[in-house]
């Protein structure tokens, strides 16, 4: 497995690079397709952010080739130093006012019929940022009809933050766990995995019909028995969908991964976790909690 330690070297020698795992044969995507430059005129035209830039997300080749993305509001800059995340890290920028309209129109120009927001963590607003993402939801309902999912923070467990959004009636609320909890320090720091787990339970209390949704990342050195006590704990808050992908160091700087996981055994995993009761389960080294979205919707008639 691969390690963090560093080296100790004699002064004149350099530090060595650290090593990387090679990516098995599954894990290779294709070269960009036609129908990418569209989706990418259209972001950069209106000034918007996605996740699929900042997260280098493996799979946007497919979705900018489907003219689909993921939008990533209240900028660019995280206030957390997650260890798996490539967004940037460090000073915000003010909210603009007017992203709900740009987010709006770029969906309407994509002739998007399901709408997947979410947000860098904006610990340095009171409200976390919440009061946007219902903006953000009404502005793209409004424009364009679209089916809307949201991919939130935590928030703080500022239940008041919480409640504005589903205020915002999305159609499916999106909260990602991301890792279990032993993991929570290294991988999702500043986080508490019972604030993750009370936040969904919160939407199911607000609003019981509203589909909730998690996912994690695995090969961080998550064990089988982690992983099943940690979906019984969604399955406990009322959470029907999950996605479960394989975790890719975005650079050298971020967490190694710790192994592969072979398809088969997301298939198997996946099987294991439809035994709890989900609706609907996603498991693929190439799953991403908003990745085929819409698809997932559909499955649970959303």
């Not at 947000?119 to 976390?128: F, I, K, Y």
């Not at 089916?147 to 933050?161: C, I, M, Q, S, Y």
């Not at 192994?259 to 996603?282: C, K, N, S």
């Amino acid at each position: 497995m691969s390690t963090n330690l560093l080296n100790i070297l004699p002064n004149d020698e350099p530090a060595a690079e650290p090593s990387r795992m090679r990516l098995p044969k599954w894990l290779k995507r294709p070269l960009p397709q036609a129908g990418m430059q569209f989706t990418s005129n259209v972001i950069a035209d209106l000034r918007l952010e996605t996740v699929c830039e900042s997260a280098k997300c493996p799979n946007r080749t497919e979705c900018w080739s489907q003219q689909t993305a993921t939008f990533m509001i209240l900028g660019n800059v995280c206030t957390r130093p997650c260890g798996f995340c490539s967004v940037l890290k460090g000073k915000t920028e003010v909210v603009q006012q007017d992203e709900p309209e740009r987010v709006a129109e770029a969906a309407e120009r994509l002739g998007l019929k399901y709408v997947v927001i979410t947000s860098v963590t904006r610990d340095d607003l009171s409200d976390g940022g919440a009061n946007h993402f219902h903006d953000c939801v009404i502005a793209v309902r409004e424009r364009t009809g679209a089916k809307v999912e949201v991919l939130t923070p935590d928030f703080r467990g500022n239940r008041d933050a919480i409640h504005r959004v589903i205020e915002s009636r999305p159609d499916v609320f999106n909260h990602n766990t991301e890792t279990v909890p032993r993991l929570y320090d290294r991988v999702r720091r500043n986080a508490e995995y019972q604030r993750t787990l009370d936040l969904l339970q919160q939407v199911k209390d607000e609003v019981p019909n509203m589909p909730t949704k998690s996912g994690l990342m695995l090969g961080l050195g998550e064990t089988r028995e982690e992983l099943l006590e940690v979906c019984s704990d969604l399955r406990s808050v009322g959470v029907e969908m999950l996605t479960l992908g394989q975790y890719l160091q975005p650079t050298a700087e971020h967490l190694p991964v710790e192994r592969y996981v072979t398809p088969e055994e997301f298939d198997e995993i996946g099987e294991q976790m439809r035994r709890l009761g989900f609706g609907m389960v996603a498991s693929g080294p190439f799953v991403r909690s908003s990745y085929h979205a819409g698809e997932m919707a559909d499955v649970l008639h959303v």
